[in-house]
């Protein structure tokens, strides 16, 4: 069991870009933050077989190994890290309680880093087909599908960026959209509906990816008004339906908007002095692992300078990132 006494000065939620990212930075300036990581350490990265717009990787690098070289630079920082999911808060009560299943920790600042996880269609076979053919980020692996043939699934402001940035590789781009007009705002989908290398399947959902030992090679989609069925190759499926903040533990507590981002100001603080979020968490824009990273180190300074000026506590005796009472 967690020694109940114990105060750790910084308890990072989360192991992808942003939450490794502060934990470096926590464990420079400060020592010894808490990193507790869920079922998926080192977040969507570990999905992803290559990550080419990272600085410093002229090559490009795996997703699995970039996160692999960052908990190391974390672990040289002497960042700990827990294995667990967080199943409850209490940000309502100092110091700040978080629980793993029985194992309750506390902690004077805490990091969110907890990311967003993309919707999926239920297909049974999307998350076996990252990486070969299969993305939910065009930003993020739309160069790998140069002179080839891409399917996008959304009709909203997300799908139709997703459409217009791959025709800057892909020879063609065909958009499936479940209605007959787009819900996207209208500059954006009037971009999408008047380029040339665009093409809509209307009225239509995504029944299965089609794929072979070496990836995606087509689609199957049933058209909601007649029930017919098609077929139409291709070499990758970008799926832009959405994301879901992975939020729910902070309902009630911290503020949000009405798709569940945690709303920060100033940088990363929340509407709780002491909790900051960084990360996909609270940008629903950019989504980027450089961006995601950026925010980590902000909520790292944050919570730094918040710690620096809490009121001494005569009864605490701090070393190395613990707290505990005197005596």
Same mark, same amino acid.
């Given at each position: 069991?967690?020694?109940?006494?114990?105060?750790?000065?910084?308890?990072?939620?989360?192991?992808?870009?942003?939450?490794?990212?502060?934990?470096?930075?926590?464990?420079?300036?400060?020592?010894?933050?808490?990193?507790?990581?869920?079922? $998926?350490?080192?977040? $969507?990265?570990?999905?992803?077989?290559?990550?080419?717009?990272?600085?410093?990787?002229?090559?490009?690098?795996?997703?699995?190994?970039?996160?692999?070289?960052?908990?190391?630079?974390?672990?040289?920082?002497?960042?700990?890290?827990?294995?667990?999911?967080?199943?409850?808060?209490?940000?309502?009560?100092?110091?700040?309680?978080?629980?793993?299943?029985?194992?309750?920790?506390?902690?004077?600042?805490?990091?969110?880093?907890?990311?967003?996880?993309?919707?999926?269609?239920?297909?049974?076979?999307?998350?076996?087909?990252?990486?070969?053919?299969?993305?939910?980020?065009?930003?993020?692996?739309?160069?790998?599908?140069?002179?080839?043939?891409?399917?996008?699934?959304?009709?909203?402001?997300?799908?139709?960026?997703?459409?217009?940035?791959?025709?800057?590789?892909?020879?063609?781009?065909?958009?499936?959209?479940?209605?007959?007009?787009?819900?996207?705002?209208?500059?954006?989908?009037?971009?999408?509906?008047?380029?040339?290398?665009?093409?809509?399947?209307?009225?239509?959902?995504?029944?299965?990816?089609?794929?072979?030992?070496?990836?995606?090679?087509?689609?199957?989609?049933?058209?909601?008004?007649?029930?017919?069925?098609?077929?139409?190759?291709?070499?990758?499926?970008?799926?832009?339906?959405?994301?879901?903040?992975?939020?729910?533990?902070?309902?009630?507590?911290?503020?949000?908007?009405?798709?569940?981002?945690?709303?920060?100001?100033?940088?990363?603080?929340?509407?709780?002095?002491?909790?900051?979020?960084?990360?996909?968490? $609270?940008?629903?824009?950019?989504?980027?692992?450089?961006?995601?990273?950026?925010?980590?180190?902000?909520?790292?300074?944050?919570?730094?300078?918040?710690?620096?000026?809490?009121?001494?506590?005569?009864?605490?005796?701090?070393?190395?990132?613990?707290?505990?009472?005197?005596?």
């Amino acid at each position: 069991m967690t020694n109940p006494d114990v105060i750790h000065e910084t308890i990072i939620l989360g192991s992808g870009p942003a939450g490794l990212t502060a934990a470096i930075y926590a464990g420079r300036s400060r020592c010894c933050p808490l990193l507790i990581h869920g079922i $998926q350490p080192g977040g $969507q990265l570990t999905t992803t077989t290559a990550v080419d717009n990272f600085p410093g990787f002229p090559e490009g690098i795996d997703g699995p190994d970039l996160m692999e070289n960052m908990r190391r630079q974390a672990e040289r920082f002497c960042a700990r890290f827990v294995e667990g999911e967080v199943t409850r808060v209490d940000l309502q009560e100092r110091p700040f309680r978080i629980w793993t299943g029985e194992e309750m920790y506390r902690c004077l600042s805490l990091i969110i880093t907890t990311g967003a996880s993309p919707k999926l269609l239920d297909l049974g076979n999307e998350e076996a087909l990252y990486g070969r053919g299969v993305s939910v980020c065009a930003t993020c692996d739309g160069f790998f599908y140069r002179g080839r043939e891409v399917v996008v699934v959304g009709g909203g402001d997300t799908a139709m960026e997703e459409a217009v940035f791959l025709t800057r590789f892909a020879s063609k781009v065909t958009v499936v959209h479940r209605r007959d007009s787009l819900r996207a705002t209208p500059v954006l989908a009037d971009r999408a509906l008047t380029h040339k290398a665009i093409n809509f399947i209307w009225d239509s959902v995504l029944t299965e990816i089609l794929e072979d030992s070496a990836g995606v090679t087509g689609i199957r989609t049933r058209n909601l008004k007649t029930g017919n069925e098609n077929e139409l190759a291709c070499d990758g499926v970008f799926i832009a339906i959405g994301h879901r903040p992975n939020t729910e533990l902070f309902l009630n507590q911290l503020e949000m908007d009405d798709d569940g981002y945690i709303l920060t100001r100033n940088g990363t603080e929340t509407n709780i002095s002491g909790v900051f979020a960084a990360g996909d968490v $609270q940008d629903h824009q950019f989504r980027q692992a450089v961006t995601a990273a950026g925010t980590g180190c902000m909520a790292a300074i944050q919570a730094e300078r918040f710690l620096d000026n809490l009121p001494y506590d005569s009864t605490l005796s701090c070393k190395k990132g613990i707290c505990m009472p005197k005596g």
